[in-house]
């Protein structure tokens, strides 16, 4: 693209200084992760795939990319009572990291199910 693209290209920055930033984060248990991908995986054949566009990191990358998806909770985290909520390998959608990233790139988010209506309407596919 050239000039009138709305791309400024003599903007140009350092990166990479190092600082120091302090955040509160919420507590996860990855025993519980761990848990949620056995029960996919034993209730969907063995495999681990995206349950919104079935993208498998395996079959993709082979062995670099056997075992690996995101695990959604289909909760917020945010909204829970962390001190009375129990959080249960069930309570987990497996995505890949673009679906994952999506379902989080706006706000509020949309639930699962809108984004694969969205995303098979667009695609013209019925999946699994």
Request: glycine share 10%.
């Amino acid at each position: 693209m050239g000039e009138g693209d709305g791309v400024n290209r003599e903007l140009s920055s350092s990166e990479g200084r190092l600082y120091e930033d302090h955040h509160i984060a919420r507590e996860r248990e990855p025993r519980i992760v761990e848990a949620a991908k056995r029960l996919f995986r034993r209730n969907h054949g063995g495999k681990l795939y995206c349950e919104l566009c079935e993208f498998d990191f395996g079959q993709t990358y082979g062995r670099l990319g056997d075992g690996y998806i995101e695990a959604h909770h289909t909760e917020p985290l945010g909204l829970r009572d962390p001190e009375g909520d129990i959080t249960r390998p069930e309570d987990f959608v497996m995505l890949c990291s673009n679906c994952h990233s999506v379902l989080h790139w706006r706000n509020p988010w949309p639930s699962l199910e809108e984004l694969q209506e969205k995303y098979q309407r667009r695609r013209g596919l019925h999946l699994r």
